[in-house]
């Protein structure tokens, strides 16, 4: 079965540096891969998806990431962070069970902006 | 519009109590339909999926059970709750292969 996992269960990051939020994921056969966001009082929100193709992603309010198959790897990042991205971010690997995707996520990284 | 509804909103219920949480979706025919919870400090796992009318795989052993009586309305329930069944309930579907999920607007459990 398909598993992810990020790391850190907490951020800590001043507004206007770099960010780089990290997911592993574990899965036999080529994944699906997601970022979401949560903010708070908020559903989730898709950031950017990866199924083939480039492997460097662009999402939305800046956001990319970069799938590194060797690494089982596909760690979300921002050159300058807002603090409107105080959010808790989830990634999320799809993987195929009997001809239907199915989204799995991980635990998710809480992300605290310092002004 | 491609719509979840979902309710209620709250619930408190005390231990022991029977539980019962429905999900609607509009727009869509023959969805892939999903429930997670989110806890504190567990992020969001999935409970269960189906493909369709009457098909439901659960992903981890609980104290809850999912049905699936019509192709648009997917029902979470409980006969006996758990304290530990408390959390953050969320219905989401996928329209097709490989969309993204949409989700409902969630039900905050709390079992006293």
Redesign the interface.
Known sequence: AQSVT?PD?HITVSEGASLELRCNYSYGATP?L?W?VQSPGQ??Q?LL?Y?SGDTLVQGIKGFEAEFKRSQSSFNLRKPSVHWSDAAEY?C?V?AL????????????TSLIVHP | SQTIHQWPATLVQPVGSPLSLECTVEGTSNP?L?W?RQAA??????LF?S?GIGQI?SEVPQNLSASRPQDRQFILSSKKLLLSDSGFY?CAR?AG?????F????TQLSVL
């Open positions: 990020q269960i699906y997601f979401y559903g989730l898709l998806k199924f989830f999320a799809g069970r009997g001809g239907s995707y199915i989204p799995t996520f991980g635990r998710g | 892939n999903y997670y400090g567990r992020g969001l796992q999935l999926y493909v795989s969320l996928t292969f490989n969309e993204k999920l989700f409902g607007s969630g």
